[in-house]
């Protein structure tokens, strides 16, 4: 069955720099993959969504890629500040169609 | 006001009581999902449906029920409440079923 992996640990970084957070996928390949943001308490916000013909997607701070031949996408976020501290939950539309796939999420800690 | 909103925001009950945790959106999506979150399982999906009248199983829907005679609203029942349903549930909705899911504020419910 499909599989999604996050970063389990979670991510720790000065104000200022990028964030990296990684989301792999085994065995299947979606046509899109989506990443939310979560806040302790709330429910996961939409960030970015990037199709399978898509190399690269921006939003303001926010960069997505994915790699279709290493199952792989990549979420950075540049010039990380405190309020960037989040989960960070990618999701894969599942091959049977309708809905999505989520992963476990990363938790990101920036500090000032 | 317009968006998702979901009740009660918490909610303690005892094993073997029927519990209903509602659902309501405003844009008329077509597409509801309920999910759970739980420590080292992040989101997994109970059920979702498609339109009114619409309905089906997710990865974990043993021990729910839901029903949807309208659009905007997707009740999800435990009819018999079990100590493992202890967990925090969101809905969310999408205009199609693979697009940007909208999530509510979730429901932190405990089973006694």
């Known amino acids: 069955s499909q599989k999604i992996e996050q970063n389990s640990e979670a991510l720790n970084i000065q104000e200022g720099k990028t964030a990296t957070l990684t989301c792999n996928y085994t065995?299947?390949?979606?046509?899109?993959l989506q990443w939310y943001r979560q806040d302790p308490g709330r429910g996961p916000v939409f960030l970015l969504l990037?199709?399978?013909?898509?190399k690269e997607k921006r939003k303001e701070r926010l960069k997505v890629t994915f790699d279709t031949t290493l199952k792989q996408s990549l979420f950075h976020i540049t010039a990380s500040q405190p309020a960037d501290s989040a989960t960070y939950l990618c999701?894969?539309?599942?091959?049977?169609?309708?809905?999505?796939?989520f992963g476990q999420g990363t938790e990101l800690s920036v500090k000032p | 006001d317009a968006g998702i909103t979901q009740s009660p925001r918490y909610k303690i009950t005892e094993t073997g009581r029927q519990v209903t945790l509602m659902c309501h959106q405003t844009w008329s999506h077509s597409y509801m999902f309920w999910y759970r979150q739980d420590l080292g399982h992040g989101l997994r999906l109970i059920y979702y449906s498609a339109a009114a009248d619409i309905t089906d199983k997710g990865e974990v829907p043993d021990g729910y029920v839901v029903s949807r005679s309208k659009t905007e609203n997707f009740p999800l029942t435990l009819e018999s409440a079990t100590r493992s349903q202890t967990s925090v549930y969101f809905c969310a909705s999408s205009e199609l079923g693979l697009d940007t899911q909208y999530f509510g504020p979730g429901t932190r419910l405990t089973v006694l």
């Open positions: 999701a894969l539309d599942a091959p049977q169609g309708g809905k999505l796939i």
């Open positions: 065995n299947y390949s979606p046509a899109y």
């Open positions: 990037i199709r399978e013909n898509e």
